[in-house]
Every structure is written in C-alpha cells, then in structure tokens.
C-alpha cells in the first residue's frame, strides 16, 4: 500500500497581500476572509503578523436593540396541550396477558384499581 504524498500549498505574495487587505474592510474577520478564500485562518494572521500588521483581536460584538423595542417585562407564550402518556401495566397469568393503559393524569386511580384488581 502507497501512502499518499503530503505537498505544502504555496500562495503568491500578491495571494497573501489581497487577503490581508481584505481583513482590513469594515465588518471583515480573518476567519470570514479566510474560509471565502479557501484556506485556515491562522496562516492568514502568520502572513499579518510577519508584515508587522497585528491581527484583530477576538472579541464579541456587542448586541444593539432598537430603542422601538420594549426592554424585558413579560411576555405571554402560547403553549400546545400537551400529551399525557398512559401508565401502562401488563398483566400476565399462564398464556394470557392482558396490557392496561390508563392516563398518567390519573395515576391514583390507576393504584386504586390495582390493588383491587390484585386483592
């Protein structure tokens, strides 16, 4: 069996300068510029860092709300019915099985019933 050979990629200069531009845009990451361009973000910021350019540090962008929207307080949600499953018992005696469902919401007359049905 024959390994397949590793080959390094090689950008031209003129590759790497369009890029680190690129990052220099309002709104731009490296990690965006880098993805639409095909290749991993941390060559991008190497190739910044050795032109003396320092990446833009990692951050998270704070959240702007518009002022037309009211601040917290309550707000109402509607919510489907939801489904009750079934306690289900199985009794089984010789060759026979008998399987109840009866609806979880009424699990104390479910125990009531079975501990007469059991005597």
């Known amino acids: 069996m024959t390994q397949p050979l590793r080959t390094r990629r090689t950008h031209?200069?003129?590759f790497k300068q369009s890029l680190i531009?690129?990052?220099g845009e309002p709104g731009?990451?490296?990690a965006g510029?880098?993805?639409a361009n095909g290749i991993n973000a941390n060559p991008l910021r190497r190739w910044m860092r050795e032109r003396g350019i320092e990446p833009p540090e990692l951050s998270c962008l704070p959240l702007r709300v518009a002022a037309s929207e009211p601040m917290g307080g309550?707000?109402?949600v509607q919510l489907s019915p939801s489904v009750d499953p079934?306690?289900?018992v199985e009794l089984r005696k010789g060759?026979?099985?008998?399987t109840?469902?009866?609806p979880a919401s009424s699990a104390a007359a479910c125990g009531a019933w079975l501990r007469e049905w059991l005597g």
């Open 12 to 14: 031209s200069e003129a």
């Open 21 to 23: 531009e690129a990052c």
């Open 28 to 30: 731009a990451s490296v």
């Open 33 to 35: 510029v880098a993805l």
């Open 74 to 76: 309550f707000v109402p």
């Open 86 to 88: 079934p306690i289900r």
């Open 95 to 98: 060759t026979a099985v008998v």
């Open 100 to 102: 109840v469902d009866w």
